[in-house]
Each structure stands twice: as C-alpha cells, then as structure tokens.
C-alpha cells in the first residue's frame, strides 16, 4: 500500500512511538472483535456498575440544558471537593482555586505535567513494567525515558538504588505509579521514605505521583501519598482521578494537584488540550466524592473474592506472580507453560481466553501475561477453568 502524504509527513517523535504503528494492546483485542466466546481479561475497566447516583447526577446536567464549558481547572464546587478528599484521606492540604487541575481522565494529568515540564532531552525515570501511556506521552513531550526495572522476586516494587543507578545530570522527573499497572505492586511507606531521602539529594528533580489506584488496595495495604513525605510537596505533582474507583472509565475525570505556580503554568497547556472536562462528567465526579462512599467497601469485598479465585488457581498450578496489593491485575509469571508469553496469549484465544502479554508493558517481559479480573464471578470461575486446560496443555505438548 502507496504511503500518503500525510504518513510520510510523521514527526519524528511520532515515530519513536512504534514507528507510528498501531499498538499491539489493540491488535489483541481487535483480533477477537465481534466474538462473544470470549472471555476478556484483558483491559483495565472496571465491570462493577457506576453507582447509580453518580449517573443521575450526570443527567440532571444534561436535563438542565446548560452545558457550557468551564473554567480550564475545572468547576470550583469539584476543585473544592477534591481539596476536602486530599485533606480527609490523603493528609495533604491543596487550595481548590489555585492548586487543583481537573483534568480529561488522569491521563490528560499525566500528558499536561509532562508536556508543563520537559524540554528536549530531558530524562525521566519510569519503574518498568510499566503502563503504556507513560513512554508515549513522554515522548510526545520530548523527553526521554529511562526505564527502572522492578521484579517479581520484589513483588515489582520499585527501590531506592534502583533509581539511584538511573540518575545522570539530564534527569528531571521520576514517575511513581503506587498501586502499579500493570504488576499491581505497590510502595511501602518505608520505601517511598527512602525514595524521598534520593529525591531530597537532586534540587532539580521534580516527581509525579500517579495515585489512580489508591482505593484499589488489599490486605490492609495503607496507600501514602509521596507529596506527604518532608519536602516533596513543593516537588510533587499529585494524579488522580475517578476512573478507578468509582468505576468511572468513560467520563473522563482526572484531576492533578501542586504548588500554585506549576499549577497555574500548566493551566494554558491544559486549556489548549480540551479546554474544559466535560460538564456532565464533572457534576458525576462531584456527585461521587459527595455521595455515600459504601460503594468503596463493596467494591473492595468483590475484588478480594476474584483475587482469591485467581490466586487459588495460579497456586494449583504453580503459576508465580509479584504479590498483587493494589489494583486488579495479576502480573502472572507463565514461563511454566514451557511457551513464551506472546505465544501462549496467542493460544489462549483458542481456549477463550483473552489476556495482554507483558511485553506490551515492558520490552522483556517475555515470560509475563497481565491478567485482570474485572469479571463477574461465574465469568471468573468459568475463565480459570478455560487457563487450567490451556496450561495443562500446554505443559503436555499439545
Ligand atoms: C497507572 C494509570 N494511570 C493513569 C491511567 C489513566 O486513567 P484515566 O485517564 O481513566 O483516569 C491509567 C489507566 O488505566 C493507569 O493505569
């Protein structure tokens, strides 16, 4: 096929996104459009319903008529309620008007703090595995990524010497994304001080702090939050966003918070990417943090059931996996099945099974799958009888 002007006309830092292809996250699914045989654990969407006051709230906006845009930072009632949960569970104070972004998702966080902040050349410090859309707005913002790799036997999570190692003069930004995706790892208080004791050494060194899945946390996990640690405030930006927890994915509110003057440069960059969020989306968000929080606890005795029917049956079969403490994934070790991860996700979909080889997340993860288990409980049962023929199999050569 004849390139069009257009393809020919790439930048080049489009190109260092795979060179401009389309990523295999969405060939795998594409692969498998239109099949209802399949069971899919492959995305990072929760299936557990938005509560329903959340979504009225959404169509009394829509019923009112008035849908305009909003201020770029977002509406101030929402500021003003993401600065009251910051103080309630996080210990952290923001000033609603001048300190908080709320933003398209927490991804347009990620894209405006990065695009805020790098200039060419400038390093960035990513723990790998890692979530895909990191490299790619770091790159679309001209930095450079410096990969530090966690690993299973530390249950992925990311250690001070690591980043140490990773340093140069050209570094600028360290990532922390605690709960992770995809190796749901996390960072204990005691590591993230001594993250902070690295940080505090480097003036230059600014940090952004994806917290999505703070309320996704296991076993009395306790979720800290970096911009709490002495000194890191001034330094920090702090992401969030409803997607997550709420069950939100498809409205599209993330909010970023820091110190006023970051925040208040950063404004234009955030304005010229989409202007405002959407006003529906925005009275949901209000609406969640507003409303009954019960729905957090409900949601946490559903995951914790589905973990443990996925562990029960990675356990029987001697699956090993970095101990999942956030999030909903398992980050599952399936070089047992004598294949490697791409080949066997591959003939997973003959089984009916559809789950994301960890090369998508990091280029060696050749013997990982992330596997999520955002599916009703029969659906779940139904699926690891589906891996536990699929690894017999393969482990007896058919
Ligand atoms: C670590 C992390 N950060 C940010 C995002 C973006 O989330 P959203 O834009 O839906 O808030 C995701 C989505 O999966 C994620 O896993």
Redesign the pocket.
Known sequence: MSQSLLRKALAERTLRIRGGHESPYFQIQRKVEGRDDIIRLVR?EPDIPTPSHIIEAAKRCLDSGHIGYTPPGGMIELREAIAHKFKKDNNLEYDAESEILVT?????S?AVSLQTLLDPGDEVLLATPH?M?YPANITMAGGKIVYVPTVEEEDFELKPEAIEAAITDRTKLLVL?TP??PTAGVITAETLSEIADVVRERPGLAVIS?E??EKVVYDGFEHISFATLPGMRERTIT?N????AYSM?GF???YMAGPADYILAATEPRHSLSISTSLPSQHAALAALHGPQEFLDEMMVEYHRRRAVMRAAFDELGVTYGEPRGGFYFFANVSGSGMDAVSFADKAVDYGLLFSPGNIFAEGAVDYIRISYLAPREELDEAMDRFRRLWNDCRSGK
């Open positions: 990072g398209a998702g927490a991804q347009e990620m979530y859309a994304v992770n995706n994806d999505l899945y992401i966003g409803f997607s997550k994915t599209r509110v993330g």
